[in-house]
């Protein structure tokens, strides 16, 4: 069920991140202190936008 959820979900922990995206946690919130990724409080955790990670993941990549 878990991997289910981190397959499709639209949030997630910085952990979870890292398990679907390949980008580490700290990477992660490294970003959304630099503004690039978004996050919020989802249930008392700090989960961040999936959309916002794979395109800052992607971006060296798009200027190749």
Not at 1 to 26: F, H, Q, S
Not at 28 to 55: N, P
């Amino acid at each position: 069920v878990k991997a289910d959820y981190i397959a499709n979900a639209e949030w997630l922990t910085d952990v979870d991140m890292a398990t679907r995206t390949g980008v580490k946690a700290g990477t992660v919130r490294q970003w959304a202190l630099r503004g690039k990724v978004t996050k919020r409080i989802d249930s008392e955790r700090v989960v961040y936008s999936v959309v916002d990670v794979e395109a800052q993941r992607d971006e060296p990549m798009l200027a190749s």
